[in-house]
Protein backbone atom coordinates (compact mmCIF):
# COMPACT_ATOMS: atom_id res chain seq x y z
CA UNK A 1 0.00 0.00 0.00
CA UNK A 2 1.36 3.64 -0.72
CA UNK A 3 0.27 7.07 0.81
CA UNK A 4 0.61 10.30 -1.27
CA UNK A 5 2.42 13.12 1.12
CA UNK A 6 3.98 16.62 0.40
CA UNK A 7 3.42 15.55 -3.72
CA UNK A 8 4.99 12.01 -3.61
CA UNK A 9 3.74 8.11 -2.95
CA UNK A 10 4.91 6.76 0.12
CA UNK A 11 5.23 2.86 0.88
CA UNK A 12 3.35 2.67 3.09
CA UNK A 13 5.84 -0.52 4.65
CA UNK A 14 8.73 1.90 4.69
CA UNK A 15 7.05 4.92 6.03
CA UNK A 16 6.27 2.44 9.27
CA UNK A 17 9.87 0.77 9.23
CA UNK A 18 11.32 4.21 9.40
CA UNK A 19 8.84 5.21 12.03
CA UNK A 20 9.45 2.12 14.27
CA UNK A 21 13.07 2.13 13.67
CA UNK A 22 13.02 6.05 14.54
CA UNK A 23 11.92 4.95 17.99
CA UNK A 24 14.25 2.21 18.26
CA UNK A 25 17.44 4.33 17.69
CA UNK A 26 16.04 7.12 19.72
CA UNK A 27 15.56 4.34 22.88
CA UNK A 28 19.42 3.61 21.81
CA UNK A 29 20.74 6.61 22.64
CA UNK A 30 18.47 7.07 25.98
CA UNK A 31 19.70 3.90 27.19
CA UNK A 32 23.04 4.97 26.44
CA UNK A 33 22.76 8.11 27.90
CA UNK A 34 21.12 6.74 30.96
CA UNK A 35 24.10 3.78 31.64
CA UNK A 36 27.06 5.97 30.68
CA UNK A 37 26.37 9.31 31.14
CA UNK A 38 25.78 11.71 34.02
CA UNK A 39 23.41 13.98 32.33
CA UNK A 40 20.15 15.19 33.93
CA UNK A 41 16.78 13.52 31.83
CA UNK A 42 15.68 16.71 29.85
CA UNK A 43 19.22 17.07 28.69
CA UNK A 44 19.39 12.98 28.03
CA UNK A 45 16.41 13.47 25.77
CA UNK A 46 17.75 16.24 23.64
CA UNK A 47 21.22 14.31 23.05
CA UNK A 48 19.19 11.07 22.39
CA UNK A 49 16.87 12.91 20.17
CA UNK A 50 19.79 14.65 18.09
CA UNK A 51 21.88 11.78 17.84
CA UNK A 52 18.56 9.80 16.74
CA UNK A 53 17.86 12.11 13.81
CA UNK A 54 21.17 12.04 12.57
CA UNK A 55 21.11 8.15 12.18
CA UNK A 56 18.12 8.60 10.54
CA UNK A 57 18.93 11.01 8.05
CA UNK A 58 22.19 8.97 7.21
CA UNK A 59 20.34 5.76 6.76
CA UNK A 60 17.90 7.18 4.07
CA UNK A 61 20.75 9.20 2.72
CA UNK A 62 22.21 5.12 2.27
CA UNK A 63 19.28 3.98 0.40
CA UNK A 64 17.72 2.15 3.86
CA UNK A 65 14.13 3.37 3.00
CA UNK A 66 14.48 2.99 -0.74
CA UNK A 67 12.06 0.79 -2.46
CA UNK A 68 15.03 0.31 -5.00
CA UNK A 69 16.72 -1.69 -2.15
CA UNK A 70 17.76 -5.41 -3.44
CA UNK A 71 20.70 -5.71 -1.27
CA UNK A 72 21.07 -9.45 1.05
CA UNK A 73 21.46 -9.32 4.68
CA UNK A 74 25.32 -8.73 4.29
CA UNK A 75 24.54 -5.78 1.63
CA UNK A 76 22.16 -4.69 4.55
CA UNK A 77 23.97 -4.67 7.40
CA UNK A 78 26.79 -3.24 5.55
CA UNK A 79 24.69 -0.11 5.12
CA UNK A 80 23.23 -0.03 8.37
CA UNK A 81 26.34 0.20 9.97
CA UNK A 82 27.72 3.23 7.93
CA UNK A 83 24.32 4.87 8.67
CA UNK A 84 25.04 4.43 12.32
CA UNK A 85 28.53 5.36 12.35
CA UNK A 86 28.29 8.50 10.34
CA UNK A 87 25.30 9.33 12.08
CA UNK A 88 26.95 9.34 15.37
CA UNK A 89 30.04 11.32 14.25
CA UNK A 90 27.62 13.92 12.75
CA UNK A 91 25.33 13.85 16.12
CA UNK A 92 28.29 13.90 18.40
CA UNK A 93 30.00 16.89 16.38
CA UNK A 94 26.81 18.85 16.39
CA UNK A 95 25.89 18.56 20.48
CA UNK A 96 29.95 19.17 20.64
CA UNK A 97 29.52 22.63 19.16
CA UNK A 98 27.09 23.41 21.76
CA UNK A 99 29.15 23.37 25.38
CA UNK A 100 26.06 23.11 27.41
CA UNK A 101 24.79 19.64 25.07
CA UNK A 102 28.37 18.17 24.67
CA UNK A 103 27.95 13.95 25.51
CA UNK A 104 31.20 11.99 26.10
CA UNK A 105 32.70 10.17 23.43
CA UNK A 106 32.43 7.35 25.41
CA UNK A 107 28.54 7.95 25.11
CA UNK A 108 28.49 8.37 21.68
CA UNK A 109 30.36 5.46 20.97
CA UNK A 110 28.03 3.30 23.45
CA UNK A 111 25.21 4.87 21.50
CA UNK A 112 26.56 3.55 17.85
CA UNK A 113 26.90 0.26 19.74
CA UNK A 114 23.70 -0.46 20.82
CA UNK A 115 22.07 1.59 18.15
CA UNK A 116 24.05 -0.35 15.66
CA UNK A 117 22.72 -3.65 17.18
CA UNK A 118 19.27 -2.89 17.70
CA UNK A 119 19.02 -1.65 14.01
CA UNK A 120 20.29 -4.56 12.64
CA UNK A 121 18.31 -6.86 14.38
CA UNK A 122 15.04 -5.13 13.78
CA UNK A 123 15.72 -4.84 10.00
CA UNK A 124 16.47 -8.68 9.55
CA UNK A 125 12.78 -9.25 11.68
CA UNK A 126 11.41 -6.90 9.58
CA UNK A 127 12.68 -8.14 5.84
CA UNK A 128 9.80 -10.95 5.54
CA UNK A 129 7.36 -8.44 6.80
CA UNK A 130 7.44 -5.86 4.36
CA UNK A 131 6.32 -7.98 2.24
CA UNK A 132 3.50 -8.94 4.19
CA UNK A 133 -0.10 -9.48 2.51
CA UNK A 134 -1.29 -7.48 5.48
CA UNK A 135 0.26 -4.21 4.45
CA UNK A 136 -0.77 -4.58 0.60
CA UNK A 137 -3.67 -2.80 -0.90
CA UNK A 138 -6.23 -5.33 -2.62
CA UNK A 139 -6.71 -4.47 -6.34
CA UNK A 140 -9.08 -5.94 -8.56
CA UNK A 141 -8.07 -4.68 -12.41
CA UNK A 142 -10.64 -4.03 -14.77
CA UNK A 143 -10.57 -5.47 -18.35
CA UNK A 144 -7.96 -8.37 -19.80
CA UNK A 145 -6.54 -7.48 -22.60
CA UNK A 146 -3.58 -5.21 -23.34
CA UNK A 147 -3.56 -2.23 -20.91
CA UNK A 148 -4.40 -4.73 -18.08
CA UNK A 149 -1.81 -6.90 -19.07
CA UNK A 150 0.68 -4.18 -18.44
CA UNK A 151 0.04 -4.73 -14.28
CA UNK A 152 1.36 -8.42 -15.11
CA UNK A 153 4.43 -6.89 -16.56
CA UNK A 154 5.46 -5.31 -13.43
CA UNK A 155 7.32 -8.32 -12.22
CA UNK A 156 10.10 -6.06 -10.11
CA UNK A 157 9.46 -7.09 -5.81
CA UNK A 158 10.11 -3.50 -5.56
CA UNK A 159 6.91 -2.28 -7.86
CA UNK A 160 4.49 -4.83 -6.01
CA UNK A 161 5.17 -4.32 -2.78
CA UNK A 162 2.05 -1.77 -2.63
CA UNK A 163 -0.88 -3.98 -3.87
CA UNK A 164 -1.93 -7.72 -4.24
CA UNK A 165 -3.73 -8.55 -7.57
CA UNK A 166 -6.58 -10.18 -6.69
CA UNK A 167 -8.18 -10.88 -10.57
CA UNK A 168 -8.99 -9.63 -13.87
CA UNK A 169 -12.74 -8.48 -14.02
CA UNK A 170 -13.15 -8.48 -18.56
CA UNK A 171 -14.82 -6.12 -19.84
CA UNK A 172 -17.38 -6.92 -22.95
CA UNK A 173 -16.05 -6.98 -26.53
CA UNK A 174 -12.39 -7.17 -25.69
CA UNK A 175 -9.96 -9.26 -26.63
CA UNK A 176 -8.51 -10.85 -23.75
CA UNK A 177 -4.54 -11.39 -23.48
CA UNK A 178 -4.13 -12.02 -19.55
CA UNK A 179 -4.21 -15.90 -19.22
CA UNK A 180 -7.44 -17.24 -18.06
CA UNK A 181 -6.05 -18.58 -14.59
CA UNK A 182 -5.90 -14.61 -13.81
CA UNK A 183 -9.59 -13.74 -14.24
CA UNK A 184 -11.88 -14.06 -11.73
CA UNK A 185 -14.40 -16.98 -11.41
CA UNK A 186 -18.34 -16.25 -11.74
CA UNK A 187 -20.71 -14.38 -13.39
CA UNK A 188 -21.19 -11.98 -10.53
CA UNK A 189 -21.60 -8.04 -11.41
CA UNK A 190 -18.54 -6.16 -11.26
CA UNK A 191 -19.62 -4.53 -7.88
CA UNK A 192 -20.75 -8.27 -6.33
CA UNK A 193 -17.06 -9.21 -7.43
CA UNK A 194 -15.28 -6.72 -5.79
CA UNK A 195 -17.66 -7.15 -2.42
CA UNK A 196 -16.75 -10.86 -2.30
CA UNK A 197 -12.79 -10.54 -2.58
CA UNK A 198 -12.90 -7.57 -0.34
CA UNK A 199 -11.03 -5.32 -2.94
CA UNK A 200 -9.75 -2.27 -1.43
CA UNK A 201 -8.87 -0.68 -5.43
CA UNK A 202 -10.34 -1.36 -8.62
CA UNK A 203 -7.72 -0.07 -11.33
CA UNK A 204 -9.81 0.54 -14.85
CA UNK A 205 -7.48 -0.74 -17.39
CA UNK A 206 -9.81 -1.41 -20.69
CA UNK A 207 -8.47 -1.14 -23.95
CA UNK A 208 -11.24 1.11 -25.40
CA UNK A 209 -13.53 3.07 -22.61
CA UNK A 210 -16.09 3.92 -25.34
CA UNK A 211 -17.19 0.06 -25.40
CA UNK A 212 -19.76 -0.38 -22.52
CA UNK A 213 -17.85 1.42 -19.77
CA UNK A 214 -19.71 0.63 -16.53
CA UNK A 215 -20.28 3.32 -15.14
CA UNK A 216 -22.83 2.37 -12.80
CA UNK A 217 -21.17 -0.81 -11.67
CA UNK A 218 -18.11 1.64 -10.77
CA UNK A 219 -19.96 4.24 -9.19
CA UNK A 220 -21.70 1.34 -6.67
CA UNK A 221 -18.47 0.41 -6.00
CA UNK A 222 -17.23 4.02 -4.88
CA UNK A 223 -20.05 4.56 -2.88
CA UNK A 224 -19.50 1.41 -0.91
CA UNK A 225 -15.73 3.23 -0.39
CA UNK A 226 -13.41 1.26 -2.72
CA UNK A 227 -11.09 3.56 -4.44
CA UNK A 228 -10.82 3.62 -8.62
CA UNK A 229 -8.05 4.96 -10.41
CA UNK A 230 -7.00 4.69 -13.83
CA UNK A 231 -4.28 2.76 -14.89
CA UNK A 232 -1.70 5.24 -16.00
CA UNK A 233 -2.51 7.00 -12.17
CA UNK A 234 -1.99 3.23 -10.57
CA UNK A 235 0.95 3.40 -12.44
CA UNK A 236 2.33 6.39 -12.02
CA UNK A 237 1.97 5.55 -7.83
CA UNK A 238 3.41 1.96 -7.78
CA UNK A 239 6.50 2.70 -10.62
CA UNK A 240 7.35 6.18 -9.52
CA UNK A 241 7.41 7.22 -13.30
CA UNK A 242 4.76 8.20 -16.02
CA UNK A 243 4.03 5.49 -18.89
CA UNK A 244 4.57 7.54 -21.84
CA UNK A 245 2.49 4.31 -23.63
CA UNK A 246 -0.64 4.87 -21.98
CA UNK A 247 -0.38 8.87 -21.48
CA UNK A 248 -2.94 10.81 -22.60
CA UNK A 249 -3.12 14.57 -22.81
CA UNK A 250 -6.51 15.21 -20.76
CA UNK A 251 -4.54 13.05 -17.89
CA UNK A 252 -2.20 15.95 -17.59
CA UNK A 253 -4.54 18.34 -18.08
CA UNK A 254 -7.15 17.09 -15.66
CA UNK A 255 -5.37 15.66 -13.18
CA UNK A 256 -3.09 16.63 -9.91
CA UNK A 257 0.57 17.69 -9.87
CA UNK A 258 2.40 20.14 -12.16
CA UNK A 259 2.00 22.36 -9.25
CA UNK A 260 3.88 25.88 -10.22
CA UNK A 261 2.68 28.00 -7.17
CA UNK A 262 4.16 31.07 -5.46
CA UNK A 263 4.94 28.47 -2.38
CA UNK A 264 6.82 26.29 -4.53
CA UNK A 265 9.10 29.25 -6.81
CA UNK A 266 9.70 30.89 -3.77
CA UNK A 267 10.61 27.51 -1.47
CA UNK A 268 12.49 26.04 -4.13
CA UNK A 269 14.80 29.19 -4.48
CA UNK A 270 15.82 29.13 -1.23
CA UNK A 271 16.53 25.71 -0.97
CA UNK A 272 18.55 26.02 -3.63
CA UNK A 273 20.40 29.30 -2.71
CA UNK A 274 21.02 27.73 1.03
CA UNK A 275 21.88 24.50 -0.29
CA UNK A 276 24.23 25.59 -3.60
CA UNK A 277 26.19 28.22 -0.47
CA UNK A 278 26.61 24.97 1.83
CA UNK A 279 28.07 23.06 -0.22
CA UNK A 280 30.51 25.03 -2.34
CA UNK A 281 31.43 25.83 1.91
CA UNK A 282 32.26 22.04 2.28
CA UNK A 283 33.39 21.10 -1.44
CA UNK A 284 36.01 24.28 -1.67
CA UNK A 285 39.05 22.38 -0.86
CA UNK A 286 37.75 19.05 -3.15
CA UNK A 287 37.34 21.35 -6.33
CA UNK A 288 40.78 23.10 -5.36
CA UNK A 289 42.97 19.61 -5.81
CA UNK A 290 40.49 18.60 -8.81
CA UNK A 291 41.90 21.83 -10.62
CA UNK A 292 45.45 20.92 -9.47
CA UNK A 293 44.81 17.25 -10.39
CA UNK A 294 43.77 18.42 -13.72
CA UNK A 295 46.58 20.36 -14.58
CA UNK A 296 49.12 18.12 -13.60
CA UNK A 297 47.98 15.86 -15.85
CA UNK A 298 47.65 17.76 -18.95
CA UNK A 299 49.42 20.47 -18.39
CA UNK A 300 48.89 23.77 -16.74
CA UNK A 301 48.22 25.48 -20.22
CA UNK A 302 45.26 23.06 -20.24
CA UNK A 303 41.50 24.32 -19.40
CA UNK A 304 39.89 23.26 -15.81
CA UNK A 305 36.39 24.22 -16.88
CA UNK A 306 34.41 23.19 -19.43
CA UNK A 307 31.18 25.37 -20.61
CA UNK A 308 28.70 23.45 -22.31
CA UNK A 309 25.45 24.68 -24.03
CA UNK A 310 22.28 23.17 -22.44
CA UNK A 311 18.61 23.64 -22.89
CA UNK A 312 16.89 24.88 -19.29
CA UNK A 313 14.15 26.10 -18.25
CA UNK A 314 11.43 27.04 -20.70
CA UNK A 315 13.64 25.53 -23.24
CA UNK A 316 16.17 29.04 -23.12
CA UNK A 317 19.64 28.06 -23.67
CA UNK A 318 22.46 28.57 -20.99
CA UNK A 319 25.91 27.22 -20.81
CA UNK A 320 26.36 24.36 -17.59
CA UNK A 321 29.62 24.23 -15.95
CA UNK A 322 31.58 21.54 -15.44
CA UNK A 323 35.09 20.41 -14.21
CA UNK A 324 36.48 18.85 -17.89
CA UNK A 325 36.57 15.53 -18.05
CA UNK A 326 37.17 14.41 -21.94
CA UNK A 327 40.60 15.70 -23.74
CA UNK A 328 40.24 19.08 -25.13
CA UNK A 329 39.75 18.05 -28.61
CA UNK A 330 37.03 15.15 -27.54
CA UNK A 331 34.75 16.66 -30.51
CA UNK A 332 37.00 18.96 -32.60
CA UNK A 333 34.98 18.08 -35.54
CA UNK A 334 32.29 19.41 -34.14
CA UNK A 335 29.93 16.17 -34.03
CA UNK A 336 28.27 15.48 -30.09
CA UNK A 337 28.16 12.63 -29.28
CA UNK A 338 26.72 10.52 -25.99
CA UNK A 339 29.09 9.44 -23.78
CA UNK A 340 29.73 5.93 -23.52
CA UNK A 341 30.92 2.80 -21.40
CA UNK A 342 35.20 3.26 -21.29
CA UNK A 343 35.23 6.36 -23.43
CA UNK A 344 38.79 7.05 -24.81
CA UNK A 345 37.77 10.36 -24.81
CA UNK A 346 38.10 10.64 -21.02
CA UNK A 347 41.14 11.48 -19.22
CA UNK A 348 42.60 9.73 -16.02
CA UNK A 349 41.08 11.94 -13.69
CA UNK A 350 38.05 12.65 -15.68
CA UNK A 351 37.37 8.79 -14.98
CA UNK A 352 37.47 9.38 -11.36
CA UNK A 353 35.90 12.67 -11.06
CA UNK A 354 33.17 11.23 -13.32
CA UNK A 355 33.13 8.34 -11.10
CA UNK A 356 32.22 10.37 -7.73
CA UNK A 357 30.49 13.39 -9.76
CA UNK A 358 32.88 15.52 -8.73
CA UNK A 359 33.29 17.04 -12.00
CA UNK A 360 29.84 18.13 -11.36
CA UNK A 361 30.66 20.63 -8.70
CA UNK A 362 31.06 23.93 -10.80
CA UNK A 363 27.23 23.87 -11.91
CA UNK A 364 26.41 25.26 -8.08
CA UNK A 365 27.26 28.20 -9.58
CA UNK A 366 24.34 27.90 -12.15
CA UNK A 367 22.00 27.17 -9.82
CA UNK A 368 23.36 30.53 -8.15
CA UNK A 369 22.84 32.30 -11.54
CA UNK A 370 19.39 30.73 -11.35
CA UNK A 371 19.74 28.52 -14.78
CA UNK A 372 19.64 25.41 -12.82
CA UNK A 373 18.02 24.15 -9.73
CA UNK A 374 19.66 21.42 -7.30
CA UNK A 375 17.29 19.11 -7.77
CA UNK A 376 15.42 18.42 -11.55
CA UNK A 377 15.61 16.99 -14.63
CA UNK A 378 19.29 16.98 -16.24
CA UNK A 379 19.62 19.21 -18.57
CA UNK A 380 20.12 18.10 -22.50
CA UNK A 381 22.33 19.56 -25.15
CA UNK A 382 20.16 21.22 -27.90
CA UNK A 383 21.38 18.96 -30.36
CA UNK A 384 20.26 15.76 -28.50
CA UNK A 385 16.85 17.69 -27.71
CA UNK A 386 16.07 18.37 -30.93
CA UNK A 387 16.23 14.88 -32.36
CA UNK A 388 14.30 13.87 -29.10
CA UNK A 389 11.59 15.71 -28.99
CA UNK A 390 10.79 14.79 -32.74
CA UNK A 391 10.49 11.36 -31.61
CA UNK A 392 9.59 11.26 -28.11
CA UNK A 393 6.34 12.05 -27.14
CA UNK A 394 6.19 15.32 -24.45
CA UNK A 395 9.73 15.03 -24.06
CA UNK A 396 9.28 18.97 -24.10
CA UNK A 397 7.18 19.03 -20.82
CA UNK A 398 10.97 18.29 -18.75
CA UNK A 399 11.63 22.13 -19.46
CA UNK A 400 8.50 23.01 -17.68
CA UNK A 401 10.75 22.82 -14.22
CA UNK A 402 14.54 24.26 -13.77
CA UNK A 403 16.88 21.26 -14.19
CA UNK A 404 19.38 19.72 -11.70
CA UNK A 405 22.52 18.99 -10.69
CA UNK A 406 20.63 15.70 -9.62
CA UNK A 407 17.42 14.30 -10.22
CA UNK A 408 14.84 11.54 -9.59
CA UNK A 409 15.38 10.16 -12.65
CA UNK A 410 19.47 10.01 -11.63
CA UNK A 411 18.11 7.81 -8.52
CA UNK A 412 16.03 4.90 -10.75
CA UNK A 413 17.62 4.51 -13.42
CA UNK A 414 21.98 4.36 -14.95
CA UNK A 415 23.19 6.47 -17.37
CA UNK A 416 21.85 7.29 -20.15
CA UNK A 417 23.31 7.23 -23.83
CA UNK A 418 20.69 6.53 -26.51
CA UNK A 419 17.05 7.11 -27.67
CA UNK A 420 16.08 4.40 -25.39
CA UNK A 421 17.59 5.04 -22.32
CA UNK A 422 16.16 9.07 -23.17
CA UNK A 423 12.52 7.37 -23.36
CA UNK A 424 13.08 5.53 -19.68
CA UNK A 425 14.67 8.75 -17.74
CA UNK A 426 11.59 11.04 -19.46
CA UNK A 427 9.22 8.84 -17.63
CA UNK A 428 11.04 9.40 -14.46
CA UNK A 429 11.54 12.70 -15.15
CA UNK A 430 7.84 13.56 -16.04
CA UNK A 431 7.24 11.85 -12.50
CA UNK A 432 9.26 14.60 -11.03
CA UNK A 433 7.63 17.31 -13.10
CA UNK A 434 3.81 16.24 -11.84
CA UNK A 435 5.17 15.69 -8.03
CA UNK A 436 7.70 17.50 -7.20
CA UNK A 437 7.83 19.77 -3.68
CA UNK A 438 10.50 20.80 -1.06
CA UNK A 439 10.30 17.37 0.72
CA UNK A 440 10.70 15.77 -2.26
CA UNK A 441 13.53 17.24 -3.42
CA UNK A 442 15.46 16.71 0.27
CA UNK A 443 14.34 13.35 -0.43
CA UNK A 444 16.38 13.32 -3.93
CA UNK A 445 19.21 15.07 -2.07
CA UNK A 446 19.75 12.71 0.48
CA UNK A 447 20.03 9.29 -1.65
CA UNK A 448 21.87 10.84 -4.07
CA UNK A 449 24.58 10.33 -1.33
CA UNK A 450 24.20 6.79 -1.91
CA UNK A 451 24.29 7.36 -5.61
CA UNK A 452 27.65 9.02 -5.19
CA UNK A 453 29.30 6.78 -2.73
CA UNK A 454 28.33 3.50 -4.80
CA UNK A 455 29.31 5.38 -8.23
CA UNK A 456 25.79 4.20 -9.65
CA UNK A 457 25.39 5.32 -13.36
CA UNK A 458 29.23 7.19 -14.05
CA UNK A 459 30.80 6.95 -17.31
Given amino acids: MRIRLFGHYWQLSLVLLWVFESIVIFGSGVLA ?11 MWLQSAVLAICVMVAAVAMGLFSRRLRDQVAGVVLRITVAVVAGALLGGLLLYMTPGHRPTWLEVVGFGAIGLFSLIIVRVAARGVIDEDILKRRVLVYGAGNNAARILALRRRNDQRGFKVIGFFPSPNEERVVPADRLVKGDATLSATAAFHEIDEIVVAMDDRRQQFPLQEL ?20 TGKVHLDILIPSWIIFGGGFRRDFIRRHSERAFDVVASFALLVIALPVMALTMLAIKLEEGFKASILYGQPRVGYA ?8 FRSMREDAEKDGQARWATTNDDRVTRVGKFIRKVRIDELPQLFNVLAGQMSFVGPRPERPEFVTQLAESIPYYDVRHSVKPGITGWAQ ?6 ASEQDALEKLQYDLYYVKNHSLVFDILILLQTVEVILLGKGAR
Fill in 411 to 416: LCYPYG
Fill in 33 to 43: LSWLGTSHSAL
Fill in 219 to 238: LDCRLNGIEIAELATFLERE
Fill in 315 to 322: GRVFRVMK
